[in-house]
């Protein structure tokens, strides 16, 4: 079972939608992964793309987001996240946006709106993290200080960043996976 592992909505179990087309992140790599980013995001605008149950976007939102925005194209998925939010009375800061990660990209483009951590979990070995790493590069949402974390599968090539125009700072590795933190070069 899935829960959110701290802040204010700390314990609380979250649904997940059956079947293989989400993969939740698993408590210890949640937790990871918070560890490393702790500073970041109380006060942060969160941007939780490909979100499934939304587990990561609630956990910022527990810890101190200022709020999230929710990207996930499978519908059931998006009743899950509303629902998941609404049992977390985590709602209020939470927007959720029915549609792919790129579409997303797009509509949330020239709005003044910039975030400071962008997650992304697309599912492994479609190159959808490329798609969107292009997609963002043409992007206002994001300046030289939002972290880009992408979680992949842990042969996932990311030699191309630096031509798009990235920085890979880290990379940290886990048994099948692995959570890739890049940022936009400086001009």
């Known amino acids: 079972m899935m829960r959110v592992i701290a802040g204010t909505a700390r314990s609380l179990p979250l649904k997940t939608i059956e079947g293989k087309d989400t993969r939740p992140t698993t408590d210890r790599i949640k937790e990871t992964l918070f560890n490393m980013i702790q500073t970041r995001v109380p006060g942060a ?15 910022a939102l527990s810890r101190g987001a200022e ?12 009743v899950c996240i509303r629902d998941n939010l609404k049992f977390t009375r985590l709602d209020e800061n939470a927007i959720v946006m029915e549609c792919d990660a790129v579409t997303a990209v797009h509509r949330l483009n020239g709005k003044g709106k910039v975030f400071d951590i962008i997650f992304m979990d697309p599912p492994y070995h479609m190159e959808w993290e490329r798609q969107v790493l292009e997609a963002l590069r043409e992007s206002d949402i994001m300046d030289k200080n939002t972290v880009i974390i992408v979680e992949a599968a842990k042969e996932t090539d990311f030699s191309y960043a630096g031509e798009l125009g990235y920085i890979v700072e880290k990379e940290k590795e886990y048994k099948t996976n692995k959570h890739v933190y890049l940022y936009k070069k400086e001009n």
Request: net charge negative; aromatic share 14%; charged share 20%.
């Open 45 to 59: 605008v969160f941007l939780d793309l490909f979100s499934g149950s939304g587990a990561i976007g609630i956990e």
């Open 67 to 78: 709020e999230a925005y929710f990207v996930e194209n499978n519908k059931s998925a998006a």
